[in-house]
């Protein structure tokens, strides 16, 4: 059984920067992609970046290019999310998942969830 528990959330001002982290337990997850969700008030959840199991191969949403990056060390199973320049747009629940193919995660699908930390951006 695998846990990711996210953390790193915060309140900051617009053109300030957080680090996400997201910590698997239960098991390796150093064959999986992994990825970041995230969700505002009255809004769908959506995609914002993944990593390819070796870290080599990263995708991110248009919205995110340039700002955010993701990395991975999978010697402490945790994946990161670097975020800068953060807007007010970027407030939501960040959600951290996994999945065993990148579709599936591109998707939402993924097989493991965080709970999720709250990313809040004043202006």
């Known amino acids: 059984q695998v846990q990711l528990v996210e953390s790193g959330g915060g309140l900051v001002q617009a053109g300030g920067s957080l680090r996400l982290s997201c910590v698997a337990s239960g098991r390796s997850l150093a064959t999986h992609d992994m990825g970041w969700f995230r969700q505002a008030p009255g809004k769908e959840r959506e995609f914002v970046a993944q990593?390819?199991?070796?870290?080599?191969?990263?995708d991110y949403t248009d919205s995110v290019k340039g700002r955010f990056t993701i990395s991975r060390d999978n010697a402490k199973n945790t994946v990161y999310l670097q975020m800068n320049s953060l807007k007010p747009e970027d407030t939501a629940m960040y959600y951290c998942?996994?999945?065993?193919?990148?579709?599936?995660?591109?998707?939402?699908?993924?097989?493991?969830w965080g709970r999720g930390t709250q990313v809040t951006v004043s202006s």
């Open positions: 998942t996994a999945a065993r193919e990148t579709p599936v995660l591109r998707l939402g699908k993924g097989e493991y």
């Open positions: 990593s390819s199991w070796t870290g080599a191969i990263t």
